[in-house]
Every structure is written in C-alpha cells, then in structure tokens.
C-alpha cells in the first residue's frame, strides 16, 4: 500500500499516462491532479477517475520518450518487394535494386524457426548482390528511415534505444564476412554489425572510433536462428551503456563502452540497415519488429 497521503513526488507525473492498482481494480489514464488524499486520472472514455490514495497498490508509469512515438516498424503493411524508391515508393531512403525485399515467412520457407509470438507473415530480406542469382546491383547497398522529426544532436539528454530480430539466412558457416549492420544514425554513431569471422565464427559487435575497432564482441552464435538484440546509445556522453542478446544483458560490468556519437558529424536521427558483404558466399539476412525509442520517467 502506498499509504494514506499521497506521495509529493507524483506531482512531477501530472500529463503522463499511468497504471494505477488497487485493492480492487486497475486503471490506466492520465494523471490530471494529485492531493493529499486521492489522485485523478483521465481515462480513455473521458471520464475522471478519482482514486483515494490509501487504496492504491501501485503505480506504474507507461513509457515515455523523447523522440516520436511510437517508432515500430514490424513491415506488415508493406507491399511486397523493395523497400527503398522503386516499385513501392517505401518510406525507407537511399535503397537501391538488390538492397532488401519485404517477403512473406511462409514463402520463404521459415515459419518453423520464426517465434510465433513477435512475428507477422511479413519481414525484411536482404539480399546479397553478389551472390549467385541475385539482382545484377553489384554494391553494397543501405537504406535510412528517420524516427524523430526534429534533429538529435551531440547533446541529446536521453539514451536511446533500438531493439530489432535478426538471423542469417545460411544456416551454416560459410567464407568470412560482414552479413549486415543496424545502425543509429546515418553516421553511424550507434553502430551494430552481424559478422561471420576468419574462424567460421558467427558473433555481434558494437563498433568505434574511426578507423572503427570492436569495443564489444559477444560469443559464437548459431547461424539460422533468430536473436533479439537491444542496445543502449548514450549520445551526449557517446557511450553504449549495454547489449541484449536474447535477454542476456552485457555492460561491461557498469561501465558500457566508448560509442561513434561526432565521429562523422551528428546527424542521429535516422536508422540506418547496411547489407553487410561482398562476399559471395554470404546468403543475406532476415530483419523484423524495428523499434527505437528514448525512454525518461517523471
């Protein structure tokens, strides 16, 4: 129970949507008014919810950011085919023909290997040019999306954070090489890379500095198998504070490492994916459920 008065600190949450449990109930609104003994929410019908303070539970805070949201891009609603300028006209920039297709997990063969609770029947393909019967582009190509609509400078106050599901098509280790990077910013100053190395090795890396060396490089992962990866950019402090691979958190004990935020200048506002290698062997990669955002708490 949170007691009789209410908690003083509640007043810097007025405007922001939260969850409110008591004995009997939950409610979820916005908090309008708080006193000594009973808070206010607004809730979805319009109606204010008056809530006696000694009744509550707890209270939880729904996310909110900095940048706009929401910022999740699973390509569901997408035609299929290129994602860039082209056929569909998406709202990915920059990609050009061989860069990645929107496909359909079924026709692709990998419904089986797909968790069934964060999927659709639609995700991103990235073809590899350079491999046999693949669209003639012969480049590396890459493709941008923007997620805020106002500028995220060398300053901005609040961590970021991008969470996104990826595996190799190959479902063996093949030649060395890059398979794709998913970055924050087009200059990359949160950069992630997918990378097979010169021991056949599947593993991630976050990446600094210029020439860029990995600053973090995580064990051996499975070719053909989805993980889901988070990490945290602190831009004004130009820090990655930690990685997630399928939940398992890694900081370096606490102190995160050394980020690329002002090493090609400070335009951060933009995802940006890389199809990774010129590598013929490489296969390409699958991509699903992107999403960003810059979480603060009242």
């Known amino acids: 129970m949170i007691g009789v008065q209410c908690p003083e600190r509640l007043n810097d949450c007025i405007g922001h949507d939260l969850i409110v449990e008591t004995l009997c109930n939950s409610f979820t609104g916005e908090l309008v008014s708080v006193n000594n003994n009973e808070i206010e929410l607004l809730m979805e019908n319009n109606n204010l ?63 089986a290997n797909t968790p069934i609770d964060r999927f659709g029947f639609q ?41 996104f599901d990826i595996r190799t098509v190959q479902t063996e280790s ?24 010169g021991n056949g090795e ?28 988070s990490y945290e950019l602190d831009v004004a402090n130009n820090r990655y504070n930690y990685i997630e691979i399928d939940g398992e958190r890694f900081d370096n004990n606490g102190a995160g490492w050394e980020a690329n935020v002002g090493v090609f200048g400070n335009d951060i506002q933009h995802i940006l994916l890389i199809q990774g290698s010129s590598d013929a062997d490489q296969e390409g990669i699958y991509l699903d459920n992107v999403s960003i955002w810059a979480p603060i708490s009242c």
């Open 174 to 197: 093949l030649d060395p090489g890059i398979h794709a990077e998913v970055n924050i910013g087009r200059a990359r100053a949160g950069r992630f890379v997918l990378a097979t190395n």
């Open 123 to 163: 995700l991103l393909y990235f073809d590899n040019p350079f491999a046999a019967n693949s669209p003639p582009s012969m480049v590396i190509d890459q493709a941008s999306r923007e997620f805020n609509s106002t500028t995220v400078g060398l300053e901005f106050p609040t961590p970021i954070i991008l969470t």
């Open 202 to 229: 599947l593993r991630v890396a976050l990446f600094s500095g210029s020439p860029p060396d990995p600053v973090f490089v995580s064990d051996p992962l499975v070719f053909g198998q989805w993980y889901r990866i």
């Open 49 to 111: 919810q008056v809530i006696l303070c000694n009744t509550i539970c707890s209270i939880t805070i729904l996310p909110i950011s900095m940048i706009d949201q929401p910022f999740f891009d699973n390509f569901e609603d997408y035609p299929l085919g290129d994602v860039g300028p082209g056929a569909n006209d998406g709202p990915w920039a920059g990609a050009t023909d061989g860069f990645a297709f929107v496909v359909n997990i079924d026709d692709e063969g990998i419904r």
